[in-house]
């Protein structure tokens, strides 16, 4: 198969939206038939792999290997987040998995520059961080809501550029990706919000205040994912109205940060043999 990564890349400068039907699966072949029960089987058979690397990627670290791991998931409202958290981490073992959100900034952040709190957020070395939103909002709903004066925002591409590079040299290895519905799909899901009492607590009125501002939105999106998608920390653009096919593809995508990373068990810093001599001898 193709490096799915190369399919979903976000080339600098190129990228354009609305050029990317949100209900295409790309690398899934087309004249699978059963494309949905196949790639539910794949999530299933990848998360538990990717489950397997986290015990040497954190054991390496107690040794001070710097290697962590970051999926950081940007999205419309009803994107997909949750869901793609909820299953790329379901072999996970919850104890080297750190899981952050981000809403408004509360008044400590905001006295801070807007990079201070992700950077408190990120993954230690040897484990698996995931953002559900992140420092993209500071030149997406903070430009959209013009919440800072332009030349604010402008600067933050760069900012933001610096600040990623700086981690990926100490040891940061970083999925970027943005989960890509259509208005439509998003319609769908608010009504399906709206009918259903326990999906009442996701529902925001203000989310229809952001709906229309859809345009201006994806104009964000694409300068964000255009101007911060780097050779070290490249942006992935994921197809997301399927939800199977969007799952299928995030958990490729975290599967191949591992493999990059190729987390190994550190070798003993003490004598096996004689260890396990000493041991024998008291028993
Ligand atoms: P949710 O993900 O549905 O819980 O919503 C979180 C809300 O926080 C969204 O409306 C975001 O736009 C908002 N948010 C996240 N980061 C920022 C930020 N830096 N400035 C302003 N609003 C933000
Ligand atoms: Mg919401």
Known sequence: MTD???LLVAEPGKVRLAEIDPRSTPGLKSNKRDAKDWSRAEVARI????GS????????AKKGAPDRILLLLQAMD???????????LTGSNPAGVKVVSFGPPTEEERAHDFLWRVERAL???????????????DVLVVRVHELVPPETWQERYEQINAFEAAQVA???TVVKVMLHISKEEQAARLLARLADPTKFWKYNPGDLAERARWDDYQVAYEDAINRCSTPQAPWYV?????KWYR??????????????????YPVPDFDVAAERAKLAATI
């Open 53 to 60: 690397y986290q015990e040497p990627l954190y054991a390496a």
């Open 238 to 242: 994921v197809p997301a109205d399927r």
């Open 247 to 264: 799952n299928w593809a995030v958990a490729n995508l975290l599967l191949a940060a591992f493999e990059k990373v190729d987390p190994q």
């Open 4 to 6: 799915l990564r190369e």
């Open 170 to 172: 100490s040891g940061l």
């Open 123 to 137: 993954p230690p070395p040897g484990y698996l961080g995931v953002f559900n939103r992140s420092h993209y909002e």
């Open 78 to 88: 009803c994107g997909g987040k949750d869901g793609t958290v909820r299953s790329v």
């Open 47 to 50: 998360t538990a792999k990717l």
